[in-house]
């Protein structure tokens, strides 16, 4: 044990300067800073709001140049993002990724502190044959941005690439964290031998709250929001965890060393839980959106370090996701429902990303009152404030999908009085969802529906509904 202590020791001394480089000192806890959403603030008032936050670091998904105008002389460490689909390009010409240095880096630095390349999103998540070619393309251009920047004289800046937790086919137990048998050889290998010559970071996204809502019968929701006495103890390895994120990262740990690398860096690209989500989306709420992101603030930011139980004393530079609620991203509601503040820039619950905020000083939060899984029906009606005049090409869609699916808003129908745009898209949400939801139809149509508990029939007119049981 005496032995085990002592290498972990060396390995951390060992590695201290780069850590201190990378992260100014300590940990740096920053935010991602999407934009696809409704009337956002401006850059310079959304560089206000992070600063608020305190947040030390920033992550954009795009070289947007308003945003890096607005960065400039913050002192806010940026990384900034290669598009998905330029990757291909760029791992094929050392000319397009110096030119993409050249239009989307040089012009902003050093006043805007960037400080990382991170080339494309996500990249191996399962796809189909077609969209498999870029795996393949992603190390060649993260070594042609890498010799960009050099060609540059700038030295000291990362290049890395954020992964989702679906690199991992094994993550359970941790001690058997495995890479997904299709890209371990041939894309995560030579991806880590990158990131070791380079001294970069593995960057993961990393959401307990998925792991939870899709077995929340077996993990305790306390375990993953850092709070109460649950623990799990590895039967292989005999660590012992006391919240999913560590065993969620550690699972990455010990993939990293069964292909012979245990020493590379982990920044948390993406981590977070929604303040809230569709009716059936369970534990979407801010009361534990509110706790997660603040425990998590507490965690990677204690002295002496924490770290993981595989690396116990090693810093951990994370992400939160996001700055705000992104109302026009597709899918689930829980998509839209991710910010520390809204679309009008108003917080959606404090949080202080330094840390130093005592987690007793924040004020009360509203009780969750969807911890565990809604039973009945649910509707799907114009959301509050949208815009009516945007409802007519959406009712068009609505009702071109199916089958008799608008007959009761038709001037013979049931529902056709009363005869408004609101009444009628509102019925025609409804019938959509309830015929298509179960193959893949959801109760957004672009931000101007939502999903209410509450029966809007009347008279003779009936709403269909989607039940839950």
């Given at each position: 044990?005496?032995?085990?202590?002592?290498?972990?020791?060396?390995?951390?001394?060992?590695?201290?300067?780069?850590?201190?480089?990378?992260?100014?000192?300590?940990?740096?806890?920053?935010?991602?800073?999407?934009?696809?959403?409704?009337?956002?603030?401006?850059?310079?008032?959304?560089?206000?709001?992070?600063?608020?936050?305190?947040?030390?670091?920033?992550?954009?998904?795009?070289p947007d140049p308003d945003i890096l105008k607005a960065l400039n002389g913050t002192k806010l460490r940026t990384s900034i993002m290669v598009p998905n689909q330029l990757i291909s390009n760029i791992s094929s010409s050392q000319e397009i990724a110096n030119e993409w240095i050249r239009t989307n880096f040089v012009p902003y630095y050093p006043d805007t502190l960037i400080t990382c390349v991170l080339v494309?999103?996500?990249?191996?998540?399962?796809?189909?044959?077609?969209?498999?070619?870029?795996?393949?393309?992603?190390?060649?251009?993260?070594?042609?941005?890498?010799?960009?920047?050099?060609?540059?004289?700038?030295?000291?800046?990362?290049?890395?690439?954020?992964?989702?937790?679906?690199?991992?086919?094994?993550?359970?137990?941790?001690?058997?964290?495995?890479?997904?048998?299709?890209?371990?050889?041939?894309?995560?290998?030579?991806?880590?031998?990158?990131?070791?010559?380079?001294?970069?970071?593995?960057?993961?996204?990393?959401?307990?709250?998925?792991?939870?809502?899709?077995?929340?019968?077996?993990?305790?929701?306390?375990?993953?929001?850092?709070?109460?006495?649950?623990?799990?103890?590895?039967?292989?390895?005999?660590?012992?965890?006391?919240?999913?994120?560590?065993?969620?990262?550690?699972?990455?740990?010990?993939?990293?060393?069964?292909?012979?690398?245990?020493?590379?860096?982990?920044?948390?690209?993406?981590?977070?839980?929604?303040?809230?989500?569709?009716?059936?989306?369970?534990?979407?709420?801010?009361?534990?959106?509110?706790?997660?992101?603040?425990?998590?603030?507490?965690?990677?930011?204690?002295?002496?370090?924490?770290?993981?139980?595989?690396?116990?004393?090693?810093?951990?530079?994370?992400?939160?996701?996001?700055?705000?609620?992104?109302?026009?991203?597709?899918?689930?509601?829980?998509?839209?429902?991710?910010?520390?503040?809204?679309?009008?820039?108003?917080?959606?619950?404090?949080?202080?990303?330094?840390?130093?905020?005592?987690?007793?000083?924040?004020?009360?939060?509203?009780?969750?009152?969807?911890?565990?899984?809604?039973?009945?029906?649910?509707?799907?009606?114009?959301?509050?404030?949208?815009?009516?005049?945007?409802?007519?090409?959406?009712?068009?869609?609505?009702?071109?999908?199916?089958n008799h699916t608008c007959d009761a808003i038709k001037p013979w129908g049931k529902s056709y009085e009363p005869n408004t745009t609101t009444s009628h898209a509102s019925y025609a949400f409804s019938s959509y969802w309830a015929q298509f939801r179960a193959i893949g139809g959801t109760c957004n149509f672009n931000g101007l529906a939502e999903e209410t508990t509450k029966d809007p029939s009347y008279g003779?007119?009936?709403?269909?509904?989607?039940?839950?049981?």
């Open positions: 044990m005496k032995l085990i202590i002592l290498a972990t020791v060396a390995i951390f001394f060992i590695n201290l300067p780069l850590l201190l480089s990378a992260s100014g000192g300590h940990i740096q806890v920053g935010v991602n800073y999407g934009i696809l959403g409704d009337k956002l603030p401006e850059p310079t008032k959304s560089v206000e709001l992070i600063r608020s936050l305190k947040a030390q670091q920033v992550k954009l998904y795009s494309g999103n996500e990249i191996l998540t399962p796809t189909d044959d077609a969209g498999k070619k870029i795996w393949y393309d992603l190390v060649p251009a993260m070594r042609k941005i890498k010799y960009a920047l050099k060609v540059n004289n700038i030295t000291k800046v990362k290049v890395g690439t954020p992964l989702a937790m679906d690199v991992l086919e094994s993550s359970f137990p941790p001690s058997n964290g495995t890479f997904r048998s299709d890209i371990a050889s041939p894309v995560v290998r030579p991806l880590l031998q990158f990131l070791h010559k380079t001294k970069s970071f593995f960057f993961i996204d990393c959401y307990p709250y998925f792991a939870w809502a899709g077995n929340y019968q077996s993990i305790d929701l306390s375990y993953t929001l850092f709070v109460g006495s649950t623990t799990y103890t590895d039967p292989v390895s005999g660590l012992t965890y006391t919240n999913l994120l560590d065993q969620m990262l550690d699972s990455l740990v010990f993939a990293m060393k069964r292909l012979g690398f245990p020493d590379i860096r982990i920044f948390i690209s993406e981590t977070g839980w929604p303040n809230g989500g569709d009716v059936n989306e369970i534990g979407a709420n801010v009361y534990n959106a509110a706790t997660y992101n603040r425990n998590l603030v507490a965690k990677l930011t204690a002295k002496p370090v924490k770290g993981t139980p595989a690396r116990p004393g090693i810093m951990l530079p994370a992400f939160i996701f996001s700055l705000f609620n992104e109302n026009q991203k597709p899918g689930p509601g829980t998509e839209r429902h991710w910010g520390l503040f809204y679309p009008n820039g108003s917080e959606v619950y404090p949080v202080d990303l330094s840390g130093k905020t005592p987690l007793s000083s924040y004020p009360a939060l509203p009780l969750p009152d969807n911890d565990k899984p809604y039973i009945g029906k649910v509707w799907c009606v114009v959301a509050t404030g949208a815009n009516v005049t945007d409802l007519g090409p959406a009712v068009t869609y609505a009702c071109n999908q199916g003779s007119c009936r709403y269909p509904a989607v039940t839950f049981t």
